[in-house]
T-cell receptor
Framework: QVTLRESGPALVKPTQTLTLTCTFS??????????VSWVRQPPGKALEWLAF???????YYSTSLKTRLTISKDTSKNQVVLTMTNMDPVDTATYYC??????????????WGQGTMITVSS | DIQMTQSPSSLSASVGDRVTITCRAS??????LAWYQQKPEKGPKSLIY???SLHGGVPSRFSGSGSGTDFTLTISSLQPEDFATYYC?????????FGGGTKVEMK
């Protein structure tokens, strides 16, 4: 059974760096075709894709946020970490991690975490 | 970057209705399009990939079609559990991108 769970601080101050962790089970990021992305959703707004990492350590980022984002993986812990620098109140959102198994569904996400709400406020 | 435009942004329908949502890409994405369903206060659920392939466990009343720049999601007979917001997403090229969403509400 594939599961993903996001974790991070519920509240961060403006200008701080946010570190989010996606802990997953039921698959390995050492398996060819496995990938994990981060997606966020401000309250009442649409989904926004942020970053991607795959089994081969290829990484891709949102054009508008790439200077602030870093994605990495720890295969021994089954975790993917996203850091976002210089947080602003507009970054207040629910942050999701999602899996892609490209051998089956191409680049589409097939499993999602339940999300973690991050509020940016002083 | 590829822009995804969904229409309508919301619609009202009744149980049993046939519902169609459209998604347009700003450039050719072949069939690299997915659809997701999201209910209030819940994470998204994956419905369709490669424009028309259903993920396991998704009811057959959901179907997808299209290629290139124009795509549709159809619910053949709307059920009470289908009232939700639906998003399309392109994964033809990075950066991936989502449509703005279509909220399906009860008439």
């Amino acid at each position: 059974q594939v599961t993903l769970r996001e974790s991070g601080p519920a509240l961060v101050k403006p200008t701080q760096t946010l570190t989010l962790t996606c802990t997953f089970s039921g698959f390995s990021l050492t398996t060819s075709g496995m990938c994990v992305s981060w997606v966020r959703q401000p309250p009442g707004k649409a989904l926004e894709w942020l970053a991607f990492i795959n089994w081969d350590d290829d990484k891709y980022y949102s054009t508008s946020l790439k200077t602030r984002l870093t994605i990495s993986k720890d295969t021994s812990k089954n975790q993917v970490v996203l850091t976002m620098t210089n947080m602003d109140p507009v970054d207040t959102a629910t942050y999701y991690c999602a899996r892609t198994y490209s051998n089956v569904a191409g680049g589409a996400f097939d499993m999602w975490g339940q999300g973690t709400m991050i509020t940016v406020s002083s | 970057d590829i822009q995804m435009t969904q229409s309508p942004s919301s619609l009202s329908a009744s149980v049993g209705d046939r519902v169609t949502i459209t998604c347009r890409a700003s450039q050719d994405i072949s069939r690299w399009l997915a659809w997701y369903q999201q209910k209030p206060e819940k994470g998204p659920k994956s419905l369709i990939y490669a424009a028309s392939s259903l993920h396991g466990g998704v009811p057959s009343r959901f179907s997808g079609s299209g290629s290139g720049t124009d795509f549709t999601l159809t619910i053949s007979s709307l059920q009470p559990e289908d009232f939700a917001t639906y998003y399309c997403q392109q994964y033809n090229s990075f950066p991936f991108s989502f449509g703005g969403g279509t909220k399906v509400e009860m008439k």
